[in-house]
């Protein structure tokens, strides 16, 4: 019998599925359930972890903060983008990969009982975190429309602020692609002042974006520099799965607790991944915009083949939502007969978010190129219609 600090703590679905693809062995099935991608990672980056494999500097405990060098890039990163300067000394720390970085800054702003706001839908990986800290998801919902997912700002409106105290929010929004606008911000860093509350960014995908869209950074909002607590990650942008290196900027106070966090949990980041992920932030060929255009061009694969479905169109990120609700269907019924009958793996939405996720099936498309998504809507008749 578990614990029951883990009572409310949900498989994510993408476990089960991607052990059920990997089981076929079978090339043929599109692999759109989990957020691995074949775009390759920064050359600069494969080339500094070759060389630190045998740097003996880089097989150690120390510093356990992160590198110097690491930690100063990520401040020079955020600082870029929100328009604010970070003292890297005391307003960074390195974790070992992005969600690493989230579970230790809830664990340094959390007491037992405290409410976090949330997207509906968002990754459940981000709610069991919340949970697992003590906390309690408090969904404000992404509304489903043709154009796209739009925050409901009614229903912001209509949540009491007192109990909130932390925002945990990521725009492009996994896994819907929903990004904030400058009004979704503006309503957003308006809630987190009046319930005088941390907002959490998580920012592993804030420059993937599509149609010409431009990052929004919630710290460059007045009065929002020492409420932002920014975490970032190599994962996406830099396609660096592998490596586990993740960043947390934010005002000195709270970092110096996310630090005490970050050394009792993981004690050290990988120390042969650091360098090069310092190198790749600051190398101007990193291919962070070129990976985003590609990655816009097979949503718009997706969009056009499945017309005929009811897809959401995401704005960023890297994938998409489909309803099969109107095909009669649940998502764990769609998602098994996608991949028995259409030979796609496709991850039910269950439990990511309130109960109506489960009308919802994911397409990850930052593994599969063009190529191999053209025909994909024969698939999707020949396993729902």
């Given at each position: 019998m578990s614990v029951s600090g883990l009572r409310h703590i949900s498989k994510i679905g993408v476990e089960q599925m991607g052990d059920l693809a990997d089981s076929l062995r079978d090339a043929a099935v599109l692999r759109l359930e989990n957020l691995d991608t074949d775009i390759l990672p920064p050359a600069v980056a494969i080339a500094f972890t070759r060389a630190a494999v045998a740097d003996d500097d880089a097989n150690s405990y120390l510093p356990f903060l992160g590198l110097d060098t690491m930690r100063m890039a990520a401040c020079e990163l955020v600082g870029q983008h929100?328009?604010?300067?970070?003292?890297?000394?005391?307003?960074?720390?390195?974790?070992?990969?992005?969600?690493s970085g989230i579970l230790n800054v809830l664990l340094a702003t959390l007491e037992p009982g405290d409410e976090v706001l949330l997207t509906d839908p968002t990754y459940v990986g981000l709610i069991n975190r919340v949970r697992l800290a003590g906390g309690v998801p408090r969904?404000?919902?992404?509304?489903?429309?043709?154009?796209?997912?739009?925050?409901?700002?009614?229903?912001?409106?209509?949540?009491?602020?007192?109990?909130?105290?932390?925002?945990?929010?990521?725009?492009?929004?996994?896994?819907?692609?929903?990004?904030?606008?400058?009004?979704?911000?503006q309503a957003l860093t308006g809630f987190c002042r009046q319930a005088d509350c941390w907002l959490i960014n998580d920012a592993a995908m804030e420059r993937i974006l599509f149609d010409d869209r431009e990052l929004i950074h919630p710290a460059s909002y007045p009065g929002m520099r020492d409420k932002v607590i920014t975490v970032g990650s190599a994962s996406k942008e830099y396609r660096m799965i592998g490596w586990r290196v993740g960043w947390v900027v934010g005002p000195a106070e709270i970092i110096a607790d996310v630090a005490r966090v970050s050394i009792t949990n993981v004690v050290c980041q990988t120390g042969i991944a650091m360098g090069a992920v310092a190198a790749a932030i600051r190398d101007p060929g990193n291919g962070v915009l070129d990976?985003?255009?590609?990655?816009?061009?097979?949503?718009?694969?997706?969009?056009?083949?499945?017309?005929?479905?009811?897809?959401?169109?995401p704005h960023g990120g890297w994938s998409l939502l489909v309803d099969v609700s109107p095909l009669g269907l649940d998502a764990a019924s769609a998602s098994q007969q996608l991949l028995r009958l259409g030979k796609i793996a496709a991850t039910p939405m269950i439990n990511w978010g309130t109960e109506h996720c489960a009308n919802y099936v994911r397409l990850v498309y930052s593994n599969e190129p063009v190529s191999r998504l053209r025909g994909i809507a024969a698939r999707f008749q020949a396993a729902l219609q």
């Open positions: 929100s328009g604010n300067n970070y003292d890297w000394k005391t307003e960074s720390v390195i974790s070992a990969g992005g969600l969904f404000v919902p992404l509304r489903p429309t043709v154009a796209g997912w739009q925050l409901d700002a009614a229903a912001l409106r209509n949540i009491d602020p007192a109990p909130v105290s932390a925002a945990l929010l990521m725009s492009p929004s996994m896994p819907t692609g929903a990004v904030f606008t400058q009004a979704d911000w990976s985003a255009r590609e990655l816009q061009d097979r949503r718009d694969i997706l969009l056009d083949e499945l017309q005929d479905f009811s897809v959401i169109p």
